[in-house]
Antibody, heavy 122, light 110 residues
Framework: QVQLQESGPGLVKPSETLSLTCTVS????????WSWIRQPAGKGLEWIGR???????NYNPSLRSRVTLSVDTSKHQSSLKLISVTAADTAVYYC?????????????????WGKGTMVTVS | QSVLTQPPSVSAAPGQKVTISCSGS????????VSWYQQLPGTAPKLLIY???KRPSGIPDRFSGSKSGTSATLDITGLQTGDEADYYC???????????FGGGIKVTVL
């Protein structure tokens, strides 16, 4: 069974760069989209962006200027970098796998999520 | 402000039915498929419904989804205390080229 595990520093200073890694176990990163989502305490889900195993990306327009996603299929990992962080970036960060539904829709949905990692900017 | 609109909360007694709405626009719900996610307290979101109305393996048929126009609905029948959670709708927004979520609705079992 595929499992995702986010990892990285739990504390980042303002104006510095937040770096997180999502490690996939029990499966491959190939041929999937890998999304990053965050959730400030007591608030809703905010999609950050996604990366396909070939390197194609989509980003949340509100975060695009500060976010970079990467993928290393040999290590079964996806990574997130968020620059120039402020207290507003404090949140639980999740990674999730997107898979396409069966025909005829082929529409993507997030079927597996990591447990999340708390990042505080202070 | 979330792109998809959900009421903030709903409550009902055990065994009752709750209906959760999710409102969007033609660039998201109107032309794409909706998925629903359940987030139990202190845990990560979990897939509940995809393709508007399909349930992944292991999800009981007490949970059902539907879509009409630019709105989607999640029904929970036979409400149980274990259903107390936040529920989020999500879909792709073709104009933004981005995933969008509802603000989440808190379901309380009285």
């Amino acid at each position: 069974q595929v499992q995702l595990q986010e990892s990285g520093p739990g504390l980042v200073k303002p104006s510095e760069t937040l770096s997180l890694t999502c490690t996939v176990s029990g499966g491959s990163t190939n041929n999937y989209w890998w999304s990053w989502i965050r959730q400030p305490a007591g608030k809703g889900l905010e999609w950050i962006g996604r990366i396909y195993s070939t390197g194609s990306t989509n980003y949340n327009p509100s975060l695009r200027s500060r976010v970079t996603l990467s993928v290393d299929t040999s290590k079964h990992q996806s990574s997130l970098k968020l620059i120039s962080v402020t207290a507003a970036d404090t949140a639980v960060y999740y990674c999730a796998r997107e898979i396409p539904a069966a025909p005829p829709t082929y529409f993507y949905f997030m079927d597996v999520w990591g447990k999340g990692t708390m990042v505080t900017v202070s | 402000q979330s792109v998809l609109t959900q009421p903030p909360s709903v409550s009902a007694a055990p065994g009752q039915k709750v209906t959760i709405s999710c409102s969007g626009s033609s660039s998201n719900i109107g032309n794409n498929y909706v998925s629903w996610y359940q987030q139990l307290p202190g845990t990560a979101p979990k897939l509940l419904i995809y393709d508007n109305s399909k349930r992944p393996s292991g999800i009981p048929d007490r949970f059902s989804g539907s879509k009409s126009g630019t709105s989607a609905t999640l029904d929970i029948t036979g409400l149980q205390t274990g259903d107390e959670a936040d529920y989020y709708c999500g879909t792709w927004d073709s104009s933004l080229s981005a995933w969008v979520f509802g603000g989440g609705i808190k379901v309380t079992v009285l």
